[in-house]
């Protein structure tokens, strides 16, 4: 009778497989309320809704391997979670719930997608700051300095200082492409949702592809943020936003023709037996 009582209603299969997930939740709005990015996540977990509501109503489908990985998700998270850090419990519960997501929404040919978005939608962009901001603000600075050598300035890198004549100007947290990256995977997964049929391996090879892009990015906005700081009058904030939206400007459009170039190159996905790609 409960079973029936689901089938008719598919979407509560969602809800009680998220109220599973509870302690996750607690620590999640949690971290949304510590403040800083983290509550870009939320863009995430929408952008995963969006490229997969359903057109025409949930359904269940209780066959659907789909429902088979997300149980298998839920029990690694059960036996994994006196083990592992809330960041990994969280990572473990939201590919879970996004399997049943997927299944029940009929989104079958975008779950790489949908999974990856609901995985990013986890707060982990702080944490990503702490342990990658360093060697990302090296990479910029490096790229930065590269840049403006190639223009004819004569700029020195110390670290992740930049220095031309008496003036030094580091490039600090905000500025190491942390930020960027996250948001450029987001934006790589909803592009590959709009694919008849993406695989994981197909939107793997489009993050990797996304990198050098993303450093490239960060390291101009980087070079012309340089070039404002050692003018004799301080930037304001109007340029220092506007570099950055014009950089970030340029890597969507550049993201953009990454993805259409892989749509025009690379063959169709076929359709597994089994029917997870």
């Known amino acids: 009778m409960r079973l029936e009582f689901i089938a008719r209603r598919p979407g509560l299969l969602v809800v009680l497989h998220a109220l599973a997930f509870w302690p996750v939740w607690r620590w ?45 998700l839920t029990v690694i998270y059960a036996l994994a979670y006196a083990l592992t ?5 969280a990572m473990f519960a939201m590919s879970a719930l996004a399997a049943t997501w997927t299944s029940v929404a009929g989104a079958r040919e975008r779950m790489p997608a949908v999974i990856a978005l609901v995985v990013l939608s986890v707060p982990v962009i702080e944490s990503l700051q702490f342990y ?6 090296l990479i910029t600075a490096a790229g930065a300095t590269g840049a403006l050598n190639v223009a004819g300035l ?22 190491s492409g942390v930020r960027m990256l996250w948001t450029a995977s987001v934006l ?34 980087a070079a012309l943020l340089f070039i404002l700081e050692t003018r004799a009058e301080s930037p304001t904030a109007f340029w220092h936003a506007t570099v950055g939206v014009t950089c970030f400007t340029l890597l969507a459009l550049s ?15 076929r359709t597994p037996r089994w029917g997870l790609a």
């Open 28 to 72: 999640y709005a949690a971290r949304l309320g510590d403040g800083g990015d983290e509550r870009w996540a939320l863009v995430a977990l929408g952008a995963a809704a969006f490229v997969s509501w359903p057109a025409h109503g949930f359904r269940l489908d209780t066959r659907d391997p789909l429902l088979a990985l997300a149980a298998a």
């Open 154 to 175: 004569e700029v020195a890198r110390v670290g992740t200082n930049m220095s031309l004549g008496a003036h030094l100007v580091l490039v600090d947290a905000p500025c």
């Open 188 to 221: 790589v997964c909803v592009l590959a949702a709009q694919r008849a049929r993406i695989d994981a391996t197909r939107l793997a090879l489009a993050g990797l592809l996304a990198v050098p892009l993303v450093l490239a990015a960060n390291s101009l906005r």
């Open 255 to 269: 993201l953009y023709g990454s993805e259409r170039a892989q749509q025009r190159w690379l063959a169709p996905v």
């Open 132 to 137: 990658a901001g360093y060697p990302l603000r």
């Open 85 to 89: 850090p809330p960041m990994v419990r």
